[in-house]
């Protein structure tokens, strides 16, 4: 089953005030989540967040995390943070 991935705006303005080869590896990794998006593998670093409503995950993308929750067909990114950035609020 293939997934859409949809990034809010807050996602969005995050991912385009960084610089190019981070926003390029973030991108190539959500481009990855459209297959199996809640399933850890190699070269993705995924976790499920504990105690969340929708269910959240986590992705590592090197210094930086994307929060993102699967609903039906579509991986919705809610959030792209640096990792100093604390996101136990999920």
Do not use: C, W
Not at 16 to 38: A, C, F, V, W, Y
Not at 61 to 90: C, S
């Amino acid at each position: 089953m293939r997934y859409n991935v949809l990034i809010s705006k807050t996602a969005r303005r995050t991912l385009e005030n960084l610089q190019e080869k981070d926003k390029q590896r973030i991108i190539s990794k959500l481009k990855e989540l459209t297959n199996n998006p809640g399933k850890r593998r190699t070269k993705m670093n995924i976790k499920k967040l504990r105690d969340t409503d929708p269910t959240l995950y986590r992705l590592r993308v090197g210094d930086f995390r994307v929060i993102y929750a699967i609903i039906g067909d579509e991986v919705k990114v809610t959030e792209i943070m640096h990792r100093g950035k604390n996101y136990r609020g999920y």
